[in-house]
Every structure is written in C-alpha cells, then in structure tokens.
C-alpha cells in the first residue's frame, strides 16, 4: 500500500505564494502518473496539475496555467506544487494523487483513475 504524505498548505492573501510538497513511500518513478487534485466546498474534486514521472510531460488545469508548476524530485520521492499569483477561487482542499500505470482509460484529470491519495491539505486564498 502506497503512503502519500502532503505538506506546505495555508493561508495566503491573493497574488501569494504557496507549495505544497507530497511525500511518497514508493519510489516516485515507479509511480508512473502521479497528479494534484483540489476539492472547494459543495464542489467536485477537479484535476488541477498531473506529471508522467517517467519524463513524458506535464499537464494542466486551463484555470491555473501559467501560474502553478508541478513537478517531482524522485531522489526524495516527493512531488511538488509550486503555486504562484494565487487567487481566492484557489481556496480549495488539496489531495495529491498517483498511480503505478501512466496510461489508463479516462484523462489525468479523472479522479478515479488514481490508487493512491493523499490525506488533503486545505489551502486558503483571501482577497
């Protein structure tokens, strides 16, 4: 069983910064996709950044493009989330998310085609 292990959430004032880390107990490059999910209240979880840890690429959320950056350090099994010109429609729960397979049915963005969770990490944007 895969441990995931977030860190890094918080509160911010808009156009802040945050990152958020997320420790795996598997080697991150065995953990062939592994993504950043958010959930705000009342709302469904939603794909907000995914990476093929194998090197294939990065993907994006059209809401955060050009603002957040994923991206992984498989020398200490982390992912990361850097997280710039925040905005308070960001105010969300943050769930880091992998699985062993890079390719499955359904996109990056689709929750359900992830094994492994985080524990959540609430990160707050105010205006």
């Known amino acids: 069983q895969v441990q995931l292990v977030e860190s890094g959430g918080g509160s911010v004032q808009a156009g802040g910064s945050l990152r958020l880390s997320c420790t795996a107990s598997e080697y991150t490059y065995n953990l062939r996709m592994m993504a950043w999910f958010r959930q705000a209240p009342g709302k469904e979880r939603e794909g907000v950044a995914g990476?093929?840890?194998?090197?294939?690429?990065?993907l994006y959320a059209d809401s955060v493009k050009g603002r957040f950056t994923i991206s992984q350090d498989n020398a200490k099994n982390t992912l990361f989330l850097q997280m710039n010109s925040l905005k308070p429609e960001d105010t969300a729960m943050y769930y880091c998310a992998a699985d062993y397979s890079a390719w499955k049915p359904g996109g990056w963005y689709s929750p359900q085609r992830y094994n492994y969770w985080g524990q959540g990490n609430q990160v707050t944007v105010s205006s």
């Open positions: 990476i093929y840890t194998g090197g294939s690429g990065t």
